[in-house]
């Protein structure tokens, strides 16, 4: 896939030879993810008194690897930490017929533990990584910990990062009222995420490490922190 590169800045990863072409402004800016507070959802028409965020939908997997330790997983979570434990292990956690995304159960993720529930609010996954002392990376599906950051592959082999935008959402994307790393169309009643106190290349260090790898992620974060050392 090609992309318009116009504004990105080019990052040679010195470990493997990638070139990266970067949207740097929104690796400098100050999105954050503003679930819990003031996220509108991915519906649409904004309801952020659900508390789904971008969950309103199946996850999708990455690849058979990721679905048998999702479907693992999907068994094994304490169930006074995850909401709809007896429907994973009635009915699997994905969707009939497949492995491709995880199950949709009363308007979202099967995961999602939804406001209220006793075992706390959000991803049930996010929750027992946190509750072994582990990355949430490790126990999440890609897609997940990946948003708001994808990755594109080019014909000359560079690769891309940037921003999730509502055409990576499918024919879905032109619908939803509310799309996370938008700055245009801003309302009182469409609010802005880009009110984080530390800028991207700092909060999804662990993110970005993952998916651009270590020497490529550090240059990013020198951008924003001066003081962060050349070695």
């Known amino acids: 896939m090609n992309h318009d590169l116009t504004g990105y800045e080019e990052i040679e990863d010195p470990i493997d030879g990638t070139t990266w072409h970067v949207d740097v402004s ?81 308007g979202a993720c099967i995961f999602l533990n939804r406001p209220g529930f006793p075992g706390g609010a959000g991803c049930a996954l996010h929750l027992a990584a946190e509750d072994e002392d582990e990355s949430p990376l490790d126990w999440k599906p890609a897609v997940c910990w990946q948003l708001p950051l994808k990755v594109d592959d080019r014909s000359d082999g560079s690769r891309v990062l940037r921003r999730w935008s ?31 106190v530390q800028p991207v290349a700092v909060a999804l260090q662990e993110e970005l490490t993952a998916l651009v790898g270590r020497e490529v992620a550090v240059e990013l974060r020198r951008r924003v922190d001066p003081s962060l050392e050349r070695t």
């Open 166 to 196: 509502r055409s990576d959402w499918g024919e879905g994307g032109a619908s939803m009222s509310w799309c996370c790393t938008e700055r245009e169309g801003v309302t009182d009643n469409l609010p802005s995420a880009y009110v984080g």
């Open 26 to 106: 929104f690796t400098d800016s100050n999105w954050t993810c503003v679930w819990g507070s003031t996220c509108a959802g991915i519906l649409d028409h904004p309801a952020p008194e659900l508390g789904q965020g971008c969950c309103s939908v199946g996850a999708r997997m990455l690849d058979d690897e990721e679905a048998l330790r999702i479907g693992a997983l999907g068994l094994t979570l304490d169930p006074e930490r995850f909401q709809y434990h007896a429907v994973a292990v009635d009915k699997g956690v994905f969707t009939e017929g497949n492995r491709q995304a995880t199950r949709v159960v009363d």
